[in-house]
Every structure is written in structure tokens, then in C-alpha cells.
């Protein structure tokens, strides 16, 4: 099983790049640099950027007004923030292939994981288009919302080809969970609900800022969506602390089950916790996207410890690593 050890590796590095880059973006949005390159793929038709407003033309405000920039002036910092997101981008595309290449290791023992490499590889393209199309609409809030989703799509596409490489390793590592497909697309379907909410609160809150609304009223700004965001989010945390224990009981000591099922319980609770920071602190811009990035590595353990439930119930011994 050593030759597939540094798909294994590689395919993990490439996940936790898209995680960064997941932060980045959020990064992104709570600095209000989205629109900090107006044009796409260059950024104010130069492909390195530039550092002051000297270096752009006179008429620059008249010539990207429809993006934002017919009042704004040049900020290089923004400018800089969303070049380097791009740059992250075009990173984790160059990883994304070279684990598709890695992948045909497996052509013979495991062909879905070739495609699914291939799936994560035409996503990545696609998302970069979908980069484009934000742009283009001057940052249109349910194109970021599909952007920020699509990023979540292409992580689980990873996670399934990583998690599917190990399967051999995990087989016969625990006790059968009745009905447990089920469960886990259950608590997964509420885990994106209360994703999805939190997309609507983080629209209500770039609203409320355009209408002029002082840092420490947006949440009494918020109103009813807010308390059922902060109320779901512990019953959410329930759900999945009964499920997490139902896994314990059935897997063996020290298994790969019981090491995501603490490592979920442990971001939950970091998530919640920087919920209940930003509801106290007047939402400060530093834990936005840290709130996000929580999110996704939520979703994306629940995702993980599911599919090494459905290895470890597999028959048969596991295979030496």
C-alpha cells in the first residue's frame, strides 16, 4: 500500500490549500476587497497590480465607475487582497492536477477516484469562470453566495477521493450503526440549512452596512433571523454530539472514526464560539472569516466521518498501511 502513501499525502495538502483559500476569500469579503481588481483575469488591465494611484491613469475612476470605483478611490491594500486570493486560486488549481495525476495510480484498483480527481479538476476551472461572472457583476450577493458553495462542492469532491484511497486501510474498524446512511444525510442536510441561514444573516449585515448603519447596530439590526441562527446552532451541536457518540461506541479505541468525531465536536464548538463572540463584540471584522472557515471544516469533518463510517463497516480486515 506504499505506492498510493503520496497520492494520500498530496491529495490532504491540496485540501487543506482549499481551506486556506476558503479563509482568504472570507478574508476577501470582510475587508470589502472584492471589487479591489476591477477587471478579470488582469486586475485594472495589468497582470501585477499597482501599488499607488500614480501608476493608474488619470480617467481610472471614469473608466471602472461601474465597478465600484466612480466615487472610491484607489486602495492598494484591497487591490492587493484580492490579487493574492487570485494568485491562492491559481495555486490550488496547479495542485488539483497534479493530484489528478497521481490519482492513475489507482486506474486499475480504484477508477472512481480517477474521476472524482477529474470532477474536483473541471470544478476548479469552473469556479475560476465563476470568479469572472462576480466580478463582471460587481460582486452580485447570490453570485458570491454560488461562489462560496461551489468552493464547499470541490472540498467534499476532494475530501470523497482522499477519504475513498483509504478505504482499504479503515475496512472492519467498526461495529455496524443501524441506519446510519440515513442519519448522517440527515444531520448533513440541517448542518447546509444552517449554512445556507448563515449566508442570509451575512447578506442582512452587508445591507444594513450600505444603509449606512453604525458597526455596533448591526446585530439589533437583524432581527428574528439572527435569533434563529444562534438558536439552531445549539440544537445543531446536539444532533451531532449524539451522533459523534453513537460512532464512539461502536469503533475501536484509537480509530480513525473517533479521531474525526473529536476533531467535529472540537470546531463545532470553536464555531459557536465565535458566534457568540461576534454577537457580543458588535460582529468585529477579524472573526468573519474565521466564522466561515469554521463552517466549512464543520461540514467537511461530518462529511469525512461519514465516509469512514461506511469504510469501517465494510467486511473484512483492514490492510496494512
Not at 36 to 53: L, Q, S, V
Not at 108 to 120: E, F, G, K, Y
Not at 193 to 216: N, P, Y
Amino acid at each position: 500500500m506504499q505506492q498510493f502513501a503520496g497520492f494520500r499525502r498530496f491529495a490532504l495538502l491540496t485540501i487543506v490549500a482549499v481551506y486556506f483559500l476558503i479563509l482568504v476569500g472570507g478574508i476577501v469579503r470582510a475587508t470589502g476587497s472584492g471589487m479591489g481588481c476591477p477587471d478579470w483575469p488582469k486586475c485594472f488591465g495589468r497582470w501585477i497590480p499597482p501599488t499607488a494611484e500614480e501608476e493608474l491613469p488619470p480617467d481610472y475612476q471614469e473608466i471602472y465607475g461601474s465597478h465600484g470605483y466612480a466615487e472610491d478611490r484607489f486602495n492598494a491594500a484591497k487591490t492587493w487582497t484580492e490579487y493574492v486570493n487570485r494568485l491562492i486560486g491559481v495555486v490550488i488549481g496547479l495542485l488539483i492536477f497534479v493530484t489528478l495525476l497521481l490519482s492513475l495510480r489507482f486506474w486499475r484498483r480504484d477508477r472512481a477516484i480517477v474521476w472524482w480527481s477529474l470532477a474536483a479538476f473541471l470544478l476548479v476551472g469552473f469556479q475560476g469562470w465563476l470568479g469572472s461572472v462576480v466580478v463582471d457583476s460587481n460582486l452580485a450577493v447570490w453570485l458570491v453566495t454560488v461562489h462560496m458553495l461551489v468552493a464547499l462542492v470541490i472540498v467534499g469532491v476532494l475530501l470523497y477521493v482522499w477519504t475513498r484511497s483509504h478505504r482499504d486501510l479503515w475496512r472492519g474498524t467498526m461495529e455496524e450503526l443501524p441506519r446510519a446512511d440515513l442519519l448522517f444525510v440527515g444531520v448533513l442536510g440541517l448542518s447546509l440549512l444552517q449554512i445556507a441561514v448563515g449566508t442570509q444573516v451575512r447578506e442582512q449585515i452587508d445591507e444594513i452596512a450600505r444603509d449606512g448603519v453604525e458597526r455596533s447596530g448591526w446585530i439589533e439590526a437583524l432581527g428574528l433571523l439572527l435569533s434563529f441562527h444562534r438558536s439552531y446552532s445549539l440544537l445543531l451541536m446536539a444532533l451531532i454530539g449524539v451522533l459523534v457518540w453513537a460512532v464512539w461506541k461502536r469503533s475501536r479505541p484509537a480509530s480513525v472514526q473517533r479521531r474525526i468525531g473529536a476533531g467535529l465536536l472540537v470546531v463545532i464548538g470553536l464555531e459557536i464560539a465565535a458566534g457568540a463572540a461576534m454577537y457580543y463584540f458588535a460582529v468585529p471584522a477579524f472573526l468573519q472569516p474565521v466564522h466561515l472557515l469554521l463552517a466549512a471544516l464543520g461540514i467537511g469533518l461530518l462529511f469525512t466521518l461519514w465516509l469512514a463510517v461506511r469504510a469501517g463497516m465494510e467486511e473484512g480486515a483492514a490492510v496494512p498501511a
